[in-house]
């Protein structure tokens, strides 16, 4: 989809917003595929790396103006940008909005909380009403120290972040999982539209890479997989405990602050079983996805894009019975759930899985219902809800 459905957005002054751009994750993708929808829009980001800079001046060339609030200028930004979350109130608060009629906010957890004139319609795709400061038990882990030193900001977070979403015109949330939490923390009604898997990395475009894809069933090896940036919330360490139980290897993609920590707990055993391969290229990738015996998530995702990637390539997936995972996965078909969050849990299932039960080809039909293009289309239908009053603009 090259252009709005309806040609009377074309016209509109439009702002995209974003949290920043700093990672290049999931959610950076679904930015720009919003981005794609309005090639004429300005975007507003708190602050950006000068690499991310040039990629959106070039993809956008000179039919849009990028804009960086004071954070811009904060050192080390990169390596440190985790802990200037307290000024990201400010920084979306400072943007000026008196000229657009639609401003479009995309956000995991701050960039909702820009202001505009009663007018303009604002519409927000959220992927997280703010997991730090609302869900701080689950995301600092239990019993953390540094929740209880943060308690006085995250207070603060929390009761702006309730102010900031009652100026929302209308939400979009990624999952139902999310719209719960949209409805729970910040009050506020939310419609649906799923994110998307790029089908197109793991050659899932015709029924030939649908063949290629069930020949590599054979090449199968006897290892699991788990793809996550290594944070202590993601619980990694129950899936290295369950495999050092079984004695099955396991495969681990992604870094991240609990690196450490879990490379010493696999270390523990004499011969371990579970080999960190930090971070790969995409073609490594997707060759590690295709010859595993399953991915394991271990973690309550919002929606979670690797669940879908592993089953565009024909895998199963072992996720943790909660959030996006029980919308992705379908228990029985494309893979099975454990409950509790326990390593119990996860060690019996484990033990008793067989990979070879279950069809490539409904893995791969799965993933194929989050594609891009469907993303596109129902995300224009939403902004397309306030045509009337977007027409009287």
Not at 164 to 189: E, M, T
Not at 313 to 321: C, D, E
Request: overall charge positive.
């Amino acid at each position: 989809m090259k252009a709005p459905v309806n040609p009377h957005l074309s016209n509109l002054r439009i702002a995209l917003v974003h949290d920043d751009f700093i990672q290049d994750g999931g959610a950076e993708q679904l930015f720009l595929a919003i981005a794609e929808l309005f090639p004429s829009a300005d975007i507003f980001t708190s602050f950006a790396t000068s690499e991310w800079l040039m990629r959106l001046r070039q993809k956008a060339g000179n039919k849009r103006k990028i804009f960086t609030s004071f954070m811009q200028a904060l050192i080390f930004k990169e390596k440190f940008y985790r802990y200037y979350f307290p000024l990201y109130p400010l920084a979306f608060e400072s943007f000026n909005f008196s000229n657009y009629d639609l401003v479009i906010s995309h956000t995991t957890r701050f960039a909702f909380g820009v202001i505009t004139k009663p007018e303009t319609i604002h519409i927000c795709y959220i992927n997280n009403p703010g997991r730090m400061f609302w869900e701080a038990e689950k995301y600092f882990g239990s019993g953390a120290k540094i929740k209880t030193l943060l308690s006085p900001i995250l207070n603060y977070l929390r009761l702006w972040s309730f102010t900031s979403a009652q100026r929302v015109d209308h939400f979009i949330a990624n999952s139902h999982n999310i719209s719960l939490k949209v409805k729970k923390f910040l009050n506020q009604y939310s419609s649906v539209v799923y994110p998307f898997v790029n089908l197109k990395k793991f050659e899932f475009i015709n029924s030939k890479s649908l063949d290629r894809s069930v020949n590599q069933e054979q090449q199968t090896q006897d290892y699991f997989l788990i793809v996550s940036r290594l944070s202590r919330w993601k619980r990694v360490d129950l899936a290295i405990e369950a495999v050092q139980r079984l004695g099955v290897p396991l495969k681990i993609v992604g870094t991240g602050p609990d690196q450490a920590r879990l490379e010493r707990l696999a270390a523990r055993q004499s011969k371990s079983l579970v080999t960190f391969l930090g971070s790969v290229s995409g073609e490594e990738l997707v060759t590690l996805y295709r010859n595993c015996k399953a991915l394991i998530m271990t973690q309550e995702e919002d929606f979670g894009i690797v669940a879908l990637e592993a089953q565009a390539t024909g895998r199963p997936v072992i996720a943790y019975g909660a959030g996006g995972a029980l919308e992705t996965v379908i228990e029985g078909k494309t893979g099975e759930f454990f409950y509790p969050q326990k390593v119990d849990e996860l060690s019996e299932l484990l033990s008793k899985f067989k990979s070879e039960i279950y069809d490539p080809h409904e893995c791969q039909k799965n993933a194929q219902r989050f594609s891009k293009e469907e993303f596109k289309k129902q995300f224009i239908k939403e902004v397309e809800v306030f045509r009337d009053e977007l027409s009287a603009l």
